[in-house]
């Protein structure tokens, strides 16, 4: 039972990231590359962002929300934006459009978020002789990371590569690449200042990627409309 609660976990964890490849041009353009490419430039940025954490964050001995603490984890959080920069306009791709290009990366950046951050509590969790709900949850909650990512993605294509875009909606390109670079910090304040449990934190983050899902891809569209 206990293995099978943990196969459970992990498919709900990861499964989506392959169905989501196979499922959409990606597979047919064998942009496979392009998505290991953006996972290793992850890695190399959440080792940036660790040696940023230890050297400028203090070890707080209460789990109580601190707003100069978040504050600098919201910048140092930013470090992903330059790595995601990286990815999308340093590397090389094969002759890839650009909508599949930040859908690549966006998936790449997402399923090494989930196997560095989710791996191993699953492995030793998930398999234990209690059954519980965390892991299912720590499984959704990485869906909606897939979500954010790969809108992240996207509005950082629309920022960095597409020259010819609305004047009018460059504010909004912005502003929702902004929300959703400090998605983390946002749900750390609802779990740690107003006092969230973790499934409420996960709905939330389930909703929130949807709208800001369904806010990139009219925002993609708008700017793939030819001017007039």
């Known amino acids: 039972m206990t293995v099978f609660h943990f196969f459970n976990c992990a498919i709900l964890t990861f499964g989506p990231h392959a169905v989501y490849y196979s499922a959409t041009p990606l597979s047919e353009?064998?942009?496979l590359g392009t998505s290991?490419?953006?996972a290793v430039v992850?890695?190399?940025t959440a080792l940036v962002k660790l040696i940023c954490l230890a050297t400028f964050?203090?070890?707080s001995e209460s789990d109580s929300f601190d707003p100069y603490q978040e504050f600098l984890k919201a910048l140092i959080g930013f470090i992903d934006v330059a790595g995601l920069y990286f990815a999308l306009t340093?590397?090389?791709h094969r002759n890839i459009s650009q909508n599949h290009k930040f859908q690549a990366v966006g998936l790449g950046w997402a399923f090494a978020d989930s196997v560095l951050h989710r791996l191993a509590p699953l492995w030793v969790?998930?398999?234990g002789l209690e059954f519980t709900w965390d892991y299912i949850l720590q499984g959704l909650e990485a869906n909606a990371n897939l979500v954010l990512s790969i809108s992240l993605a996207a509005l950082g294509s629309l920022m960095w590569l597409r020259k010819n875009k609305p004047k009018t909606l460059i504010p909004i390109i912005y502003l929702s690449a902004m929300i959703v670079a400090t998605m983390p910090s946002i749900t750390s304040y609802l779990r740690r200042g107003l006092g969230w449990h973790?499934?409420?934190v996960v709905g939330f983050e389930l909703f929130t990627s949807l709208v800001m899902a369904f806010i990139s891809?009219?925002?993609f569209a708008a700017c793939q409309r030819p001017s007039v």
Do not use: E, S
Request: charged share 20%.
């Open 42 to 44: 992850y890695l190399a």
């Open 90 to 92: 340093q590397l090389t």
């Open 125 to 127: 969790g998930a398999r």
């Open 198 to 200: 973790f499934p409420k």
């Open 36 to 38: 290991i490419k953006a």
């Open 217 to 219: 891809w009219q925002l």
């Open 57 to 59: 964050l203090k070890v």
């Open 29 to 31: 353009y064998d942009t």
